[in-house]
């Protein structure tokens, strides 16, 4: 009996300590995923006035398309593999790394943000171009590098189309994986998904502007912000997403090992009764032998 008990006691220890890890993990994970979250928010106001802006002075340029507008016959595609720098977030990876397959390893490149994405690359043995770390909730500063990268394989012609295979968060139990074509830009979008129409009203307003030097300079100038704030967008929904999953495994990880600290009471103290009820036994009999 002692033996047992000791072991039990030892394991409950130890699983209550690690349940008090995962809860910690959890708190963690939920205010780093509320800070992406607020990133995203308050990056979207400038997202939604470069866009209107953009859409305007496209219909100023229909003559003389941007080179980072024109869609050409697709011999390679570079693909940007948002993943995770640390594990412990359920399956979010697995199933990202999965979307890599519809790409044909032969004329794919890869540019891969997280260890993760990284180590899965390697391990496929896949073209990788560049890897770039990234903070779990980076500055728009960290991203233009990426940006910078992306665009310049692309205008020279290194890459026909620029795709981004990230997770997009839909909600705190819900993140999917999703890939957006990048480069060419055909219509403009905010995050990945497109814009919402605002209105006669708006496009009035916007058609009044004028542009110096010229409007197809202002594209120019104004397109490289553009895809970096589509791919910063981007990379915060995958931030979001992991951090959500890393709190929902690590809510199943602390419930279950609740779960089991009950279990291990329960056959701890069956075992203690059960002693106690042997110790009785023999003492009454000890009682009534010696009369």
Request: hydrophobic share 40%; glycine share 4%.
């Amino acid at each position: 009996m002692g033996n047992n008990t000791r072991d039990i006691r030892r394991r409950i220890k130890s699983v209550r300590n690690t349940a008090q890890i995962t809860k910690a993990m959890q708190m963690i994970a939920a205010a780093k995923m509320r800070k992406a979250q607020q990133r995203a928010l308050d990056a979207r106001p400038y997202a939604q006035m470069l866009n209107r802006i953009l859409v305007s002075i496209s219909k100023h340029t229909e003559d003389e398309l941007h080179p980072l507008l024109q869609a050409r016959p697709v011999k390679r595609t570079l693909v940007v593999l948002v993943g995770t720098d640390k594990g412990l977030c359920g399956g979010l990876n697995t199933n990202l790394f999965r979307e890599v397959q519809q790409f044909d390893a032969a004329s794919t490149d890869f540019v891969a943000v997280g260890r993760k994405a990284v180590d899965f690359l390697a391990r496929t043995k896949r073209s990788l171009l560049a890897d770039f770390p990234m903070r779990d909730t980076p500055d728009y500063a960290e991203i233009k590098p990426v940006a910078h990268f992306i665009m310049d394989r692309f205008l020279a012609d290194e890459a026909d189309r620029v795709v981004v295979l990230y997770t997009d968060f839909v909600n705190t139990l819900t993140q999917v994986p999703s890939a957006h074509e990048l480069l060419p830009i055909t219509e403009f979008h905010m995050g990945g998904k497109p814009v919402e129409q605002k209105g006669d009203a708006a496009e009035e307003e916007m058609s009044v502007f004028k542009y110096e030097p010229s409007a197809g300079e202002v594209l120019g100038a104004l397109l490289p912000f553009y895809v970096g704030n589509e791919l910063y967008t981007m990379i915060l929904n995958a931030r979001a997403s992991e951090q959500s999953a890393r709190m929902v495994a690590m809510k199943n990880a602390t419930d279950n090992a609740n779960t089991l600290i009950k279990d291990l009471t329960l056959e701890y103290n069956k075992i203690r009764q059960a002693a106690i009820t042997t110790e009785i036994l023999e003492i009454s009999t000890a009682q009534m032998t010696m009369g």
